[in-house]
């Protein structure tokens, strides 16, 4: 790490503002990080009965209370507990120190049972409540998903079940007995160890399980079901004998293999990475069909949304395969980050999900291929995360404040929350980044902590002072870094002078510099071949330090220049390698030529690929202006012919590209993302007023181009990476890899629109053995108007009927599609037999995939935005944090032109406006209109 030879400034600490909303007319409450308090009382041990059953289940808890208000002054009287509930739940009965409570003696409202006049000291206190699992369709609390019951807790499904201390500081033991009618629920599950189980009468069975460790109740979990298992030992290095099992319906045991091997290798990974075991000596993971989000890493009993752990070659993709074990990786490592050190409270999440996505990055990257996981992982950021930096959602890693805490599980928080500690991984090393770890785990096992004291943790066991990396947990934006350099060759002198700023966002109107580590390299000329100089820092007081062919700088101020001596020759620079730091990077006078070296011969992987995509920008960039310019038809052919008229896609561009086709040291992996183009979010970003549909086209313009003049190329990587007839599926690294540019030219020559491209790819759907070449076929058909596209449709259906997860797959490609006019056809989807609004899902596959369309869900006529309207209301009325995310889809409405904007806007008010409508949608709906 070095740091600049001239600071341009002092750093003064941070101000942040507070985010008002306007009232909700059932007032919903904004709750504010600086108002964290510990709570009044704590809970050690937590004793639940659970008695299932088909018309109501009846929960006892028994909760062992100890004061935490210290000492009182005279006269003041004890602080009463406040437990939070939810209005579906009744409360049957209440005692205190094993006297019942009348109900004079408590306070009962929708959100809440407030008890006062309690004893002195350590007290006892039980709580009877009754509820409807078979009724509850948030998913959220004690539900039935395919006719078992199962929990979702986090963030606050807790409430749902019993009142409670709803909150991750309140840390107790956990006894669980449930009890259950055994011929329809043989199969009892709960946290940690099963202590007893036995029969009872009537047909019923009984099982108590006891979690030793201490945790929140958000990591509590209860499965009941019939369901089938499949089981592996595994040993961890220290010998203990752990059995691993996953639960999943009677028919898809078949498909749990690759889940189970992903869930071995996450434990290894993280023995060897981080020196971390397993601590328990049983690890369940159940599949329900009914999830709202991915999975869930409850205390030894992991639950899972069915399609992140079941996958066949004929049912799954290599994307499915590769997040299965993306996911089984992350959930198993929050055992350590998040739940054997958890958060203080909501406004910490980062703390346990940016450093458990870092740590699943990382797994990954290490499973497979390094700079295909940074480039797949920084292509999300940039098309998501930056996208809601930008926007009415902009929040810090670190939010300030929440209506509901469910709409806070956002890209920012996740994705960029992992950019932040792979700041501090990129700034200390691998060995320093570890040294932290170590120190973090010494210092708070077993207790609910923030984000400052992981950043101490780091600081203080590498000797290092990371204050202004902390801002980033507290500003929101995307930082932008401009970059201009200066050789002067008589001493022999680079210089490079870096300055950055942060746009406002919602609540905040000024930013402070934040640390930006800037990996770098600098390509000599070096007879063509472009090979890295070694760099020669100069210091401040004149000294100079070696950083080797890639170093790391720490920008942390407004502006400072880095200088480099003995440098021979005018270098190209490669910066940011590896995505060093999650900002929007400019390089003064980055030419075209700079950018064709860069990607053919930069030796950090990413910056090749990042060459690319910055040649591409620029040319679409260029041909949309091109094709707004003087107005006119936006058909196909006439953004064509304009497009055409400017220039087209020059030599230059399709020589670099078919290199890197040509190249026959690269990736296939590589190979395919270097020539995808960046996505329309990505561009719109840069295009204010920008329309969707238009910027398709002049999409669809480049990718034609390329295909029809790189044809020769993309039919020979087609066939050179097809299977051997009867080639068995494997998930590889390298078969992926095979597979993923095979399918990639197939995309690409699929847009030429010729008759026998098209009867190739309908063959290919036919003939295909997994299902990644399947879909591949099948989506490129769907994208074509024609028979074809009917007839592949109609079979994959018949097909896959019985297959609930390829048949989100079927759901997801047509309301995704940018055929014209598919507004129409995605209205009759949602009417159709396979598709199940409850399901969240289906709800994603059909609604989330018709918001992802540039052309129809930005339709001119706003049929596509009052579709979304209507399904967000609807859906709403089921479940709220599915209705959430749907309601996403409006938040860039500021981005477009000011038709679409008011069309958009107009949806938003009529949401915003109706009757009965929940907190999650009000607080997306709301904050987006502000
Ligand atoms: N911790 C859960 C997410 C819970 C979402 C609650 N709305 C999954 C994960 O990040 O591992
Ligand atoms: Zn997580």
Redesign the pocket.
């Known amino acids: 790490m070095a740091t600049a030879a001239t600071e341009t400034e002092e750093i003064p600490e941070i101000q942040t503002e507070e985010h008002k909303l306007p009232p909700h007319p059932s007032a919903p409450q904004q709750k504010f990080r600086k108002d964290y308090a510990p709570p009044p009382y704590t809970i050690s041990a937590v004793h639940l009965d659970f008695k299932l059953g088909e018309d109501t289940t009846l929960v006892t808890s028994r909760l062992h209370l100890q004061p935490n208000y210290g000492s009182l002054p005279e006269g003041t009287s004890r602080p009463a507990l406040q437990l939070d509930g939810r209005k579906d739940i009744v409360l049957v009965s209440v005692a205190v120190g094993g006297q019942q409570l009348g109900q004079d003696q408590y306070l009962l409202t929708e959100k809440a049972l407030t008890i006062a006049n309690l004893p002195e000291g350590e007290f006892e206190l039980e709580v009877v409540t009754q509820l409807r699992p078979q009724d509850n369709s948030l998913l959220?609390g004690l539900y039935k998903s395919s006719g078992n019951f199962c929990t979702?807790c986090?963030?606050e499904?807790f409430r749902g079940i019993t009142y409670f201390l709803d909150r991750p500081d309140v840390m107790a033991t956990y006894t669980t007995r449930m009890e259950a009618d055994e011929a329809a629920y043989p199969v009892l599950l709960g946290n940690g160890n099963l202590k007893e189980s036995g029969k009872l009468e009537g047909g019923r069975h009984y099982a108590v399980w006891e979690d030793p460790y201490p945790k929140p109740c958000?990591l509590f979990a209860l499965v009941a079901g019939k369901l089938a298992m499949k089981e592996r030992a595994f040993t961890t290095r220290s010998g203990r004998q752990v059995a691993l099992r996953i639960f999943v319906q009677e028919g898809n045991l078949g498909k749990v293999d690759h889940a189970l091997d992903s869930l071995v290798r996450s434990m290894r990974w993280d023995e060897d990475t981080f020196g971390l075991e397993y601590d328990l000596d049983l690890f369940n993971i159940v599949a329900v069909d009914d999830f709202?989000?991915?999975?869930?890493?409850n205390k030894s009993l992991n639950i899972f949304n069915s399609r992140l752990v079941l996958a066949s070659p004929q049912t799954a993709t290599d994307l499915d395969y590769s997040r299965i074990e993306g996911?089984v990786g992350?959930?198993y490592f929050?055992n350590w980050t998040?739940n054997r050190v958890t958060c203080r409270d909501w406004f910490q999440l980062t703390l346990?999900?940016g450093l458990?996505?870092f740590r699943d990055q990382e797994f990954t990257a290490d499973m497979n291929s390094r700079p295909v996981k940074r480039i797949e992982d920084v292509m999300m950021l940039r098309s998501s995360q930056f996208t809601e930096d930008a926007g009415p959602m902009s929040h810090p890693i670190r939010p300030e404040s929440y209506i509901k805490?469910?709409n806070f599980?956002t890209v920012t928080v996740?994705e960029k929350g992992a950019e932040v500690v792979r700041l501090y991984d990129t700034l200390l090393g691998k060995e320093g980044f570890r040294k932290g770890m170590d120190l973090y785990f010494q210092r708070h096992d077993g207790h609910a902590v923030t984000c400052d004291d992981f950043l101490a943790a780091m600081a203080d066991a590498n000797g290092v002072n990371l204050d202004t990396l902390g801002r980033w947990y507290s500003q929101s934006g995307t930082p932008h870094l401009h970059v201009s350099s200066s050789y002067d060759a008589p001493s022999r002198t680079y210089r490079l002078t870096c300055k950055q700023h942060t746009p406002p966002g919602p609540g905040q109107d000024s930013k402070l510099p934040v640390l930006i580590p800037i990996k770098l390299g600098l390509l000599g000329p070096d007879g063509g071949l472009g090979s890295d100089m070694p760099l020669r820092l100069q210091g401040a007081d004149g000294s100079v330090t070696d950083l080797g062919s890639t170093g790391v700088l720490r920008f942390e101020t407004t502006e400072a220049t880095f200088t480099f001596l003995d440098v021979p020759s005018e270098p190209v620079p490669s910066l940011l390698r590896g995505f060093s730091a999650p900002v929007k990077m400019e390089v003064e006078g980055q030419s075209e030529a700079q950018l064709l070296f860069l990607l053919a011969h930069d030796s950090d992987p990413f910056n090749r690929w990042e060459a690319g995509q910055r040649l591409s920008r620029k040319l679409l960039l260029q041909l949309y202006a091109a094709a707004t310019a003087g107005g006119g038809a936006h058909n196909a052919q006439a953004v064509a012919d304009r497009c055409t008229a400017a220039g087209g896609v020059p030599d230059a561009v399709v020589e670099a590209f078919r290199a890197v086709l040509e190249d026959e040291t690269l990736d296939g992996s590589f190979k395919a993302m270097a020539v995808c183009l960046p996505t329309g979010n990505e561009l719109l970003d840069s295009l204010p007023g920008g329309d969707p549909p238009l910027l398709h086209q002049v999409r669809m313009f480049v990718v034609r181009q390329l295909a029809a003049r790189l044809r020769p190329q993309l039919e020979a990587l087609v066939k050179a990476n097809d299977d051997e007839p009867g080639e068995p599926y494997h998930f590889t690294a390298a078969a992926c890899a095979r597979r993923a540019i095979k399918n990639r030219c197939l995309a690409m020559l699929s847009s030429l629109e010729e008759p026998e491209i098209t009867a190739m790819l309908l063959r290919r759907v036919k003939e295909a053995t997994n299902m990644t070449d399947e879909i591949a076929a099948l989506g490129c058909l769907v994208e074509l108007a024609g028979p074809e596209r009917d007839t592949a449709l109609a079979a994959f259906y018949d097909k896959y009927r019985s297959e609930p997860l390829v048949l989100l797959k079927w759901l997801g490609l047509q309301a995704t599609s940018n055929a014209p006019g598919n507004v129409s056809l995605v209205k009759g989807l949602v009417e159709h037999p396979a598709f199940n609004i409850t399901n969240p899902n289906n709800c994603y596959s059909l609604f989330l995939g018709f918001g992802r369309s540039p052309v129809n869900f930005h339709a001119a006529d706003g049929s596509g935005y009052e579709f979304m309207g209507d399904a967000v209301l609807r859906v709403d009325s089921i479940n709220h944090?599915v209705a959430a995310r749907m309601v996403s889809c409006f938040t860039t409405w500021r981005q477009y032109d000011s038709e679409r904007q008011a069309m958009m806007r107009a949806q938003l008010e009529r949401i915003v406006a109706a009757n009965g409508l929940s907190e999650n949608v009000f607080e997306i709906a709301s904050k987006s209109l502000k």
């Open positions: 959220e979702q986090e963030a499904g958000y709202n989000m991915g999975a869930m890493e996911v992350h959930e929050h998040g346990k999900e458990t996505v805490m469910d599980y996740y944090q």
